[in-house]
């Protein structure tokens, strides 16, 4: 298995199925989708066979790629996978055939979808394995252009602005993060991750750059990350994005994409600058506080499913960075227990959401589909009493969502709380109105959709799931309860990771 | 039969199993969901006894058995299993009183279409309510505190296309997590200044004596103990979950569920968790009570909740006319009580009351059921009356129930452990006012269940279905049978005489003798006295001169119209919070919108505009002002070239004449250059 290059067929993979539909005009529509989700199932299979030869004791790179590149430029092909890179490999594995299968549910122009959306896939799957900048930031970059299209060409009536929005605001940040690589690799003469991140800890970066100067580029870099993830006040572009998206489309960008950022912060911006994060992490804390609170409160007053949906997105990944800035932060007494916790709620939160995240669109979508595209808070009632299977999983996927215990969101979030109150009490006490909000949105959705005589939408014919919804929504609720009651599962793989980062604090 | 620790995790696996049975059952698998249900609880109820067979060999013990759930950098998360009097007492309650009602449950949900599904959510609700007796951790109960909170939603809201019932179980669940957020806090903080949740892990527990010195040792700003704070933290979610004062909103609304379930959850097992929660953490609560100078004991706090909640609840019970809501706010008045009793130091009053309470509580819920059922939904008790020949066992039944939550002497168990606990109260020395206040609830208590009585089974029929109402089946009945005689002899376990109950709970000998059996005579005296005063006041205004119609005003409302309609709406608690609390979540997220879209979105559409501004500018510059000159000089241009093009004639002749002039004039230009540097040289 030594000699198989895993990581580069993990990436490349979707990218061939792609090509393979580009190069076949005149097959059946069938046949397309037969193909697309085949390449797009080849992650899961690469994803379990790594999973397998994945050794949990240790907290480096494995399964490393190295190649020189451009020599002219110290460029490398460097691909590696730790823990997180495989949390976010295993997510990608899953949600993604499902966000196909779902996106090409009666999509016309079914051969281009496929394609772009492979194509989105493979550049995902690209961030999460890449380690030098240089192709880094070509799959990043080239990620924004598959999701342009889909949400433009498949999305609902105000796609083209929300595209547009979504594309020019993240490139926009993207540009300041390029400018700061800029300068770093002018600095420095090296674009790979572990040297930069031994220069940002050692403070070689610092000497290298000059005191002013590191501080514009941290600021560059954080703009971008910032934006993509999304970090409150950045988040504007979001709702509208995931909202006019097709359903399958909306599933992707929230469980993949959105962990782009996330991961960029812990990949990229935290061993890069440890010592500028520590010092603009008490800022951003209230930042992330504000994603956590704000973006909850929001939601309460969304009357759009899918954007009450998508601002529940920025409340849940708000506790990710929550988490890392209060341990960036360090003002209380090096407390390694919450740190451990910090960090582990952190990469729980993020599979977590990827999934309930997912079910969630999904259910809307479902919503959608019956009524030709109704998803307003009002157009429905009673939807439990002519498909109880849907709602019965639909709330599932919700009371995930709001972090109930012995399911899977329960974890990440008891965790980050942990953490965040061992590290700083009266943030992690004022994000509980979070928690209180989320349950206050939920339920009236619960309540408002699948509860009451049936009404609107509901009162006409409403067929419950059928085979090909109970597919995609049954696995994504059984992962749901395996990994609420054996969370074992996932943070036996990120345990010396997290030991590891825990361990190199304290900062300067 | 006994039941070491180890495998005390059955209790809750069965009912666990049993609804994973009925959520996988068709919908029309009603036998195999209800008899999986009932089988269960029957098997739990039998674990439960030898548990506490178990327990009871050596009370002074807390077995455990502990285990890791995962991993975390260098440490793990872990849960356990506890066994100690305390669960065993809880387990056979839980599960014997749950196993009543599953039975009981089988004729008053026969004809509802979701008849399966409701016993998939009673078996889930009894294992989550089992699991949180049997967890060593706080973790664990936390994990099992939300669970039951669940299925308490689910069931709330079981008739879910009923907008009432909907909104009732969303009330819940939310009043319920405000409580919850306190307790997550305490739990973390908790987390983080022992590094364990375990309750007992061979000395390192957290409710074990080197880790609460340590935690009591600790001061905050304000000189408040550590212990003092996530004490009362931890007490937020008891607050809520036990529908204490502020938080008892929910609570009446929650009879919006089947009655069973108002009988099982919102009165005899999940509304005490919290009680419980308080009992099982009380080593942590009273970590501050040898301090002297702290601003504040957490236990002070819990005495004066539960004291204006016995008081409240009991005050707003007698201006109800819904059977239920009569019912569900002597809830939250004796869960009041169980609060007093642990805030006055004697957890073991607090457990007694809480036994006794789920015994005949749940017979006065089931016994309303029973009335309901036979009188085709009619809650109203000024539409019942005249019920008593009509359905006898019941009635009496009922009345059992009715005595013994009023205290009526001797003979039934509510009065001993009303007793033990107003003696506790007596004791205290911070404050006789939780004591007043019990008293007052006593007379409040016994006048009130009087009027429910006489109201609903004395005088006429006053409405269409009391009149034709009748005795419910054996299978509803015997329940009521079984729960009544519960009533009556779970008080002879802890009498002042032989208080077997609470020296086991606590693990300490057993002093009887009947010199204590009327210990605290005076105080026995003035209750009895009080009880006696409710039942005869009741009597005098509802039992002699019963109601005549349907419509006829209260006695209490003809003479205090004013004081009893505000009675009657619960004290416009709902309206207060409607008023504020409400508000300032509704603005609250209006300006979060408001933000959204104007400032944050604003900010980002006015660069983008000032973007394409920029642009437009920029655009308007090319065209008009660079494009306009390189147009004028690109025009000159073209005019230069079209009016050479007038020389391309297409004529050969021509093209040749231009070739050979120009010819010429390069061989002259070329001979005279020659010739001009030659001359040079």
Same mark, same amino acid.
């Given at each position: 298995?030594?000699?198989?290059?895993?990581?580069?067929?993990?990436?490349?993979?979707?990218?061939?199925?792609?090509?393979?539909?580009?190069?076949?005009?005149?097959?059946?529509?069938?046949?397309?989708?037969?193909?697309?989700?085949?390449?797009?199932?080849?992650?899961?299979?690469?994803?379990?066979?790594?999973?397998?030869?994945?050794?949990?004791?240790?907290?480096?790179?494995?399964?490393?790629?190295?190649?020189?590149?451009?020599?002219?430029?110290?460029?490398?092909?460097?691909?590696?996978?730790?823990?997180?890179?495989?949390?976010?490999?295993?997510?990608?594995?899953?949600?993604?055939?499902?966000?196909?299968?779902?996106?090409?549910?009666?999509?016309?122009?079914?051969?281009?979808?496929?394609?772009?959306?492979?194509?989105?896939?493979?550049?995902?799957?690209?961030?999460?394995?890449?380690?030098?900048?240089?192709?880094?930031?070509?799959?990043?970059?080239?990620?924004?252009?598959?999701?342009?299209?889909?949400?433009?060409?498949?999305?609902?009536?105000?796609?083209?602005?929300?595209?547009?929005?979504?594309?020019?605001?993240?490139?926009?940040?993207?540009?300041?993060?390029?400018?700061?690589?800029?300068?770093?690799?002018?600095?420095?003469?090296?674009?790979?991750?572990?040297?930069?991140?031994?220069?940002?800890?050692?403070?070689?970066?610092?000497?290298?750059?000059?005191?002013?100067?590191?501080?514009?580029?941290?600021?560059?870099?954080?703009?971008?990350?910032?934006?993509?993830?999304?970090?409150?006040?950045?988040?504007?572009?979001?709702?509208?994005?995931?909202?006019?998206?097709?359903?399958?489309?909306?599933?992707?960008?929230?469980?993949?994409?959105?962990?782009?950022?996330?991961?960029?912060?812990?990949?990229?911006?935290?061993?890069?600058?440890?010592?500028?994060?520590?010092?603009?992490?008490?800022?951003?804390?209230?930042?992330?506080?504000?994603?956590?609170?704000?973006?909850?409160?929001?939601?309460?007053?969304?009357?759009?499913?899918?954007?009450?949906?998508?601002?529940?997105?920025?409340?849940?990944?708000?506790?990710?960075?929550?988490?890392?800035?209060?341990?960036?932060?360090?003002?209380?007494?090096?407390?390694?227990?919450?740190?451990?916790?910090?960090?582990?709620?952190?990469?729980?939160?993020?599979?977590?959401?990827?999934?309930?995240?997912?079910?969630?669109?999904?259910?809307?979508?479902?919503?959608?589909?019956?009524?030709?595209?109704?998803?307003?808070?009002?157009?429905?009632?009673?939807?439990?009493?002519?498909?109880?299977?849907?709602?019965?999983?639909?709330?599932?996927?919700?009371?995930?969502?709001?972090?109930?215990?012995?399911?899977?969101?329960?974890?990440?979030?008891? @965790?980050?709380?942990?953490?965040?109150?061992?590290?700083?009490?009266?943030?992690?006490?004022?994000?509980?109105?979070?928690?209180?909000?989320?349950?206050?949105?939920? @339920?009236?959705?619960?309540?408002?959709?699948?509860?009451?005589?049936?009404?609107?939408?509901?009162?006409?014919?409403?067929?419950?799931?059928?085979?090909?919804?109970?597919?995609?929504?049954?696995? @994504?609720?059984?992962?749901?309860?395996?990994?609420?009651?054996? &969370?074992?599962?996932?943070?036996?793989?990120?345990?010396?990771?997290?030991?590891?980062?825990?361990?190199?604090?304290?900062?300067? | 039969?006994?039941?070491?620790?180890?495998?005390?995790?059955?209790?809750?696996?069965?009912?666990?199993?049993?609804?994973?049975?009925?959520?996988?059952? &068709?919908?029309?698998?009603?036998?195999?969901?209800?008899?999986?249900?009932?089988?269960?609880?029957?098997?739990?109820?039998?674990?439960?006894?030898?548990?506490?067979?178990?327990?009871?060999?050596?009370?002074?013990?807390?077995?455990?058995?502990?285990?890791?759930?995962?991993?975390?950098?260098?440490?793990?998360?872990?849960?356990?299993?506890?066994?100690?009097?305390?669960?065993?007492?809880?387990?056979?309650?839980?599960?014997?009183?749950?196993?009543?009602?599953?039975?009981?449950?089988?004729?008053? !949900?026969?004809?509802?279409?979701?008849? +399966?599904?409701?016993?998939?959510?009673?078996?889930?609700?009894?294992?989550?309510?089992?699991?949180?007796?049997?967890?060593?951790?706080?973790?664990?109960?936390?994990?099992?505190?939300?669970?039951?909170?669940?299925?308490?939603?689910?069931?709330?809201?079981?008739?879910?296309? +009923?907008?009432?019932?909907?909104?009732?179980?969303?009330?819940?669940?939310?009043?319920?997590?405000?409580?919850?957020?306190?307790?997550?806090?305490?739990?973390?903080?908790?987390?983080?200044?022992?590094?364990?949740?375990?309750?007992?892990?061979?000395?390192?527990?957290?409710?074990?004596?080197?880790?609460?010195?340590?935690?009591?040792?600790?001061?905050?700003?304000? %000189?408040?103990?550590?212990?003092?704070?996530?004490?009362?933290?931890?007490?937020?979610?008891?607050?809520?979950?036990?529908?204490?004062?502020?938080?008892?909103?929910?609570?009446?609304?929650?009879?919006?569920?089947?009655?069973?379930?108002?009988?099982?959850?919102?009165?005899?097992?999940?509304?005490?968790?919290?009680?419980?929660?308080?009992?099982?953490?009380? &080593?942590?609560?009273?970590?501050?009570?040898?301090?002297?100078?702290? &601003?504040?004991?957490?236990?002070?706090?819990?005495?004066?909740?539960?004291?204006?909640?016995?008081?409240?609840?009991?005050?707003?019970?007698?201006?109800?006319?819904?059977?239920?809501?009569?019912?569900?706010?002597?809830?939250?008045?004796?869960?009041?009580?169980?609060?007093?009793?642990?805030?006055?130091?004697?957890?073991?009053?607090?457990?007694?009351?809480?036994?006794?309470?789920?015994?005949? +509580?749940?017979?006065?819920?089931?016994?309303?059921?029973?009335?309901?059922?036979?009188?085709?939904?009619?809650?109203?008790?000024?539409?019942?009356?005249?019920?008593?020949?009509?359905?006898?066992?019941?009635?009496?039944?009922?009345?059992?129930?009715?005595?013994?939550?009023?205290?009526?002497?001797?003979?039934?168990?509510?009065?001993?452990?009303?007793?033990?606990?107003?003696?506790?109260?007596?004791?205290?020395?911070?404050?006789?006012?939780?004591?007043?206040?019990?008293?007052?609830?006593?007379?409040?208590?016994?006048?009130?269940?009087?009027?429910?009585?006489?109201?609903?089974?004395?005088?006429?029929?006053?409405?269409?279905?009391?009149?034709?109402?009748?005795?419910?089946?054996?299978?509803?009945?015997?329940?009521?049978?079984?729960?009544?005689?519960?009533?009556?002899?779970?008080?002879?376990?802890?009498?002042?005489?032989?208080?077997?109950?609470?020296?086991?709970?606590?693990?300490?000998?057993?002093?009887?003798?009947?010199?204590?059996?009327?210990?605290? %005579?005076?105080? !026995?005296?003035?209750?009895?006295?009080?009880?006696?005063? %409710?039942?005869?006041?009741?009597?005098?205004?509802?039992?002699?001169?019963?109601?005549?119609?349907?419509?006829?005003?209260?006695?209490?409302?003809?003479?205090?119209?004013?004081?009893?309609? =505000?009675?009657?709406?619960?004290?416009?608690?709902?309206?207060?919070?409607?008023?504020?609390?409400?508000?300032?979540?509704?603005?609250?997220?209006?300006?979060?919108? =408001?933000?959204?879209?104007?400032?944050?979105?604003?900010?980002?559409?006015? @660069?983008?505009?000032?973007?394409?501004? %920029?642009?437009?500018?920029?655009?308007?510059?090319?065209?008009?002002?660079?494009?306009?000159?390189?147009?004028?000089?690109?025009?000159?241009?073209?005019?230069?070239?079209?009016?050479?093009?007038?020389?391309?004639?297409?004529?050969?002749?021509?093209? !040749?004449?231009?070739?050979?002039?120009?010819?010429?004039?390069?061989?002259?230009?070329?001979?005279?250059?020659?010739?001009?540097?030659?001359?040079?040289?």
């Amino acid at each position: 298995m030594s000699t198989l290059p895993l990581l580069s067929l993990l990436v490349l993979a979707p990218w061939a199925g792609a090509l393979l539909l580009a190069a076949l005009p005149g097959l059946s529509a069938r046949a397309v989708r037969g193909i697309a989700l085949a390449f797009s199932f080849s992650t899961l299979l690469f994803g379990l066979i790594a999973l397998s030869g994945f050794n949990p004791a240790a907290a480096g790179y494995q399964f490393e790629e190295h190649h020189a590149w451009i020599r002219e430029l110290n460029v490398h092909y460097r691909l590696g996978l730790d823990g997180m890179s495989l949390l976010l490999v295993l997510l990608t594995a899953i949600v993604s055939p499902l966000s196909l299968a779902a996106a090409a549910r009666g999509a016309r122009d079914l051969r281009l979808l496929g394609a772009l959306f492979l194509v989105l896939q493979g550049s995902a799957l690209g961030v999460f394995l890449a380690l030098d900048f240089f192709h880094w930031f070509i799959f990043w970059e080239l990620s924004l252009v598959p999701a342009f299209f889909l949400i433009k060409l498949w999305g609902g009536p105000g796609a083209g602005r929300a595209a547009y929005q979504f594309v020019i605001y993240t490139i926009a940040g993207s540009a300041f993060m390029l400018l700061g690589f800029a300068a770093l690799y002018a600095a420095t003469g090296t674009l790979d991750f572990t040297e930069l991140a031994q220069l940002g800890a050692g403070g070689g970066l610092a000497t290298l750059l000059g005191p002013r100067a590191i501080v514009a580029v941290f600021l560059g870099v954080f703009i971008g990350l910032a934006v993509k993830v999304p970090l409150f006040p950045f988040h504007t572009w979001l709702p509208p994005a995931y909202a006019e998206a097709p359903t399958g489309v909306s599933m992707f960008l929230t469980g993949v994409m959105s962990k782009m950022g996330v991961y960029g912060f812990l990949r990229l911006l935290w061993p890069i600058f440890p010592a500028q994060l520590h010092a603009a992490a008490p800022c951003l804390l209230w930042l992330a506080l504000g994603g956590v609170v704000l973006g909850a409160f929001a939601a309460i007053k969304q009357t759009d499913l899918k954007r009450m949906i998508a601002y529940s997105s920025v409340n849940h990944l708000s506790y990710c960075l929550l988490a890392l800035f209060a341990v960036a932060a360090g003002r209380s007494a090096p407390n390694a227990g919450a740190t451990a916790a910090a960090f582990s709620g952190t990469l729980l939160q993020m599979f977590n959401h990827g999934l309930s995240a997912a079910a969630l669109f999904y259910g809307v979508g479902v919503l959608e589909r019956r009524t030709g595209g109704l998803r307003g808070l009002a157009d429905f009632g009673g939807v439990r009493t002519v498909a109880p299977v849907f709602a019965g999983l639909c709330g599932i996927a919700m009371f995930s969502s709001l972090g109930l215990p012995g399911l899977n969101g329960f974890v990440g979030e008891f @965790l980050i709380f942990r953490g965040v109150f061992g590290l700083e009490p009266g943030i992690a006490a004022i994000a509980t109105l979070g928690l209180l909000a989320t349950a206050l949105f939920l @339920l009236t959705f619960w309540q408002r959709v699948f509860h009451g005589p049936r009404a609107g939408a509901a009162s006409g014919e409403f067929p419950d799931l059928d085979r090909g919804e109970r597919l995609t929504l049954l696995p @994504l609720v059984a992962l749901m309860f395996l990994f609420g009651v054996l &969370p074992h599962l996932l943070t036996g793989l990120i345990n010396p990771l997290v030991t590891t980062w825990a361990g190199t604090l304290p900062l300067p | 039969m006994t039941l070491p620790v180890q495998f005390i995790w059955l209790i809750p696996a069965l009912p666990l199993l049993a609804a994973l049975v009925g959520a996988l059952t &068709p919908r029309r698998g009603r036998a195999l969901a209800s008899g999986a249900a009932i089988a269960a609880m029957a098997g739990s109820t039998l674990l439960s006894c030898g548990a506490l067979a178990t327990a009871l060999a050596n009370p002074a013990a807390h077995l455990a058995a502990n285990f890791t759930w995962f991993g975390l950098g260098t440490g793990a998360v872990q849960l356990g299993w506890l066994l100690d009097p305390l669960t065993g007492f809880m387990c056979v309650m839980v599960s014997f009183v749950s196993l009543l009602i599953f039975i009981f449950s089988l004729g008053y !949900m026969h004809e509802d279409e979701n008849f +399966k599904q409701f016993f998939c959510f009673l078996s889930l609700f009894a294992a989550a309510m089992l699991g949180l007796l049997v967890a060593n951790s706080l973790l664990l109960l936390f994990v099992c505190w939300e669970l039951v909170g669940l299925a308490s939603y689910l069931l709330i809201g079981f008739w879910f296309h +009923k907008p009432s019932a909907a909104a009732a179980a969303k009330k819940a669940f939310i009043t319920t997590r405000i409580g919850d957020l306190g307790f997550l806090l305490g739990l973390v903080w908790l987390y983080d200044s022992t590094g364990s949740l375990l309750f007992f892990d061979g000395g390192n527990g957290v409710l074990e004596p080197t880790v609460l010195a340590s935690l009591a040792g600790q001061t905050l700003c304000g %000189g408040l103990a550590v212990s003092t704070a996530i004490g009362l933290l931890i007490f937020c979610g008891a607050v809520g979950k036990s529908g204490q004062f502020p938080l008892h909103v929910w609570l009446p609304d929650a009879m919006e569920g089947p009655t069973p379930v108002s009988a099982l959850i919102h009165a005899a097992t999940m509304v005490a968790a919290g009680v419980f929660l308080i009992a099982r953490v009380y &080593p942590l609560m009273s970590a501050d009570q040898a301090l002297a100078h702290v &601003p504040l004991h957490a236990l002070t706090v819990v005495a004066f909740i539960g004291a204006i909640t016995a008081l409240l609840g009991a005050v707003i019970a007698v201006a109800q006319t819904d059977i239920k809501r009569v019912l569900a706010f002597s809830t939250v008045s004796q869960l009041g009580y169980m609060m007093l009793a642990l805030g006055v130091g004697s957890w073991t009053a607090s457990i007694f009351h809480l036994l006794t309470h789920a015994f005949f +509580k749940a017979l006065l819920f089931l016994g309303a059921g029973s009335v309901i059922h036979a009188a085709h939904h009619e809650q109203d008790i000024r539409s019942l009356g005249g019920l008593r020949p009509r359905m006898k066992v019941t009635f009496a039944t009922f009345a059992i129930g009715m005595m013994a939550l009023s205290g009526v002497p001797f003979l039934f168990s509510g009065f001993w452990s009303k007793e033990a606990i107003l003696h506790a109260a007596h004791e205290w020395d911070v404050s006789q006012i939780p004591l007043y206040a019990g008293l007052t609830a006593v007379v409040l208590t016994a006048f009130y269940m009087t009027r429910l009585v006489a109201e609903t089974f004395f005088g006429q029929a006053r409405s269409e279905p009391a009149s034709h109402a009748h005795e419910s089946p054996a299978v509803m009945t015997v329940p009521l049978v079984l729960l009544a005689v519960g009533a009556v002899l779970l008080g002879f376990t802890g009498t002042p005489a032989c208080p077997w109950l609470q020296a086991r709970l606590s693990g300490t000998p057993l002093h009887s003798s009947m010199e204590h059996l009327l210990e605290g %005579g005076g105080l !026995m005296l003035l209750s009895i006295v009080l009880v006696g005063a %409710g039942l005869g006041l009741g009597w005098v205004l509802y039992g002699r001169n019963p109601r005549a119609s349907a419509t006829a005003v209260d006695p209490l409302a003809h003479s205090f119209p004013q004081t009893y309609a =505000f009675l009657g709406a619960r004290l416009k608690f709902d309206e207060l919070y409607a008023a504020t609390l409400f508000r300032l979540n509704s603005a609250l997220a209006t300006l979060a919108a =408001f933000f959204d879209l104007w400032v944050w979105g604003g900010a980002v559409n006015l @660069l983008a505009w000032l973007g394409e501004f %920029g642009g437009e500018v920029n655009r308007k510059f090319d065209e008009e002002g660079l494009n306009d000159g390189f147009d004028t000089v690109s025009g000159s241009v073209r005019g230069t070239g079209q009016r050479y093009s007038r020389a391309q004639t297409g004529e050969a002749h021509g093209y !040749m004449r231009t070739v050979a002039i120009a010819f010429a004039i390069l061989t002259l230009l070329l001979v005279w250059l020659v010739l001009a540097s030659g001359g040079g040289r």
